[in-house]
């Protein structure tokens, strides 16, 4: 399992906290119990000090300002730091659906099929969660480019599972280009 993390952490600016917690409403989409599985994680983890329950665990994804619901101050480096490992221990127990649905080998149709659950589901918790009248979420909701966009969060979560996976995730989050 993924290591807690250490006492500092990174400073992430708003575009790494938006893909972080659209990292986590991806991890909700594949895992229908997604919210208690990353409670119950976060214990393994050792993190019950950061997210005692899901209450706290929603506070820290709550500094994404594309949320319905937001807080204005800035997610604390060490809060950041253990969502990040949250989410890579996450993908890392995921693995073997990412596989899947990335997979060239699986047939068409079944791969599809598959798609088109995480589609509808990630839009549905998308919708519910986020603002719609914000500009960046109508890009997340938009038809032609929603494929493309949820595609690029499951490679995302593909490449952060396994060893090195919390390193690679910092390092996408902290990088300034869109």
């Known amino acids: 399992m ?8 990174v400073r992430l600016g708003r575009r790494g ?20 599985a990353m409670l119950w994680t976060s ?12 209450v706290e665990l929603w ?17 604390d480096p060490v809060d950041a730091e253990s ?9 890392e127990r995921l693995y073997p659906m990412l596989h899947q649905l ?11 099929q598959r798609w088109s659950l995480v589609y509808e ?7 519910e969660r986020m603002n719609p009248r914000r500009g960046a979420v109508m890009r997340l909701q938009a038809r032609d480019t929603r494929p493309a966009l949820h595609r690029e969060l499951i ?16 390092a996408t989050l902290l990088d300034p280009t869109p």
């Not at 969502?83 to 993908?91: G, K, N, P, Q, S």
């Not at 952060?160 to 910092?170: E, M, Q, S, T």
């Open 43 to 54: 214990h393994q983890m050792g993190l019950q000090q950061r997210f005692p329950n899901r």
């Open 83 to 91: 969502l990040i490992c949250l989410v890579c221990a996450m993908a």
């Open 102 to 112: 990335l997979s060239t080998r699986e047939p068409e149709q079944l791969t599809e």
């Open 155 to 170: 490679q995302t979560l593909a490449l952060v599972a396994g060893p090195g996976g919390i390193d690679r995730l910092r």
């Open 121 to 127: 589901r990630l839009s549905d918790l998308i919708d």
């Open 2 to 9: 993924t290591e807690a993390p250490a006492q500092s952490g």
């Open 59 to 75: 506070k820290r994804r709550c500094h994404n300002p594309l949320r319905k619901s937001t807080r204005r101050d800035q997610l």
């Open 17 to 36: 906290v938006e893909r972080l917690d659209l990292l986590l409403l991806t991890i909700e989409a594949l895992d229908l119990n997604g919210g208690e």
